[in-house]
């Protein structure tokens, strides 16, 4: 069975101090992880260390950073790179989140070279994809997303795509309340998937975990996640709140 992930985004949120308190909380509300389950935790650069040592010895428990640069060294200041997150053993990169796309301007071709770079590191990309709201009103959302994975993931190949990670989050549901309805994640999962299949053939699209982002919560995770092809969810607000991220956690299939 592909795994199931819950990945937390925390953003650009919290102190170290809160931050450390609120892993404290959320280890220690019992989880109901078995082998295909995975809860990722995507947190601010100064805090992977930290947080990696609270989940030490956990081990369904994971941390992602929310972005690296596409270059592997060199005279980028304030970036990091792929090879200084796998040298403080990261294992997940959130790529491509729609607030990079929009507010840092990243591109279909860049976000291609984050996710080589993450490659030749040794780490496992969350590759986000996801239409705004005037594309879902005009309907076109399903092209929209084949752009976004044709330009930014078709490069690759197979055996990297195996087991590979996707987040879709169509824009108008991140932070607004607004959740796509089951039907709707369902339809661009299975249209996500199909996709896939076309490309690279059957095995290879159902190892693909491909998760739900978007107004994400306690109460709505479980009817989200029993869709047949959503495999988890990528959370902001709800992932900083460690009952209800804990609740998420129990809520993967
Ligand atoms: C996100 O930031 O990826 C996200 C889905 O946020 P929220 O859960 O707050 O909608």
Redesign the pocket.
Known sequence: MRKQIAAA?W?MNLTLQQAEQLMDELIAIPLQLTDHQVAVFGVPFPYLIPIKSKIAGKSNLSIAAQNCYNKNSGAYTGEVSAPMLKSIDVDYVILG?S?RREYFEETHAMLAEKINVCFEAGLKPIF?CGEPLQIREAGTEKTYVETQLADSLFHLSAEQLTGFII?Y?PIW????GKTASNEQAQEMHAHIRSVLASKYGNDIANSISILY????KANNAKEIFAQPDVDGG??????LVATDFAAIINSLK
Do not use: F
């Open positions: 985004n953003k989140h607030e986000c987040a989050e549901a991140i932070g607004t982002g978007g107004s994400v990528l959370v902001g607000g709800a992932s």
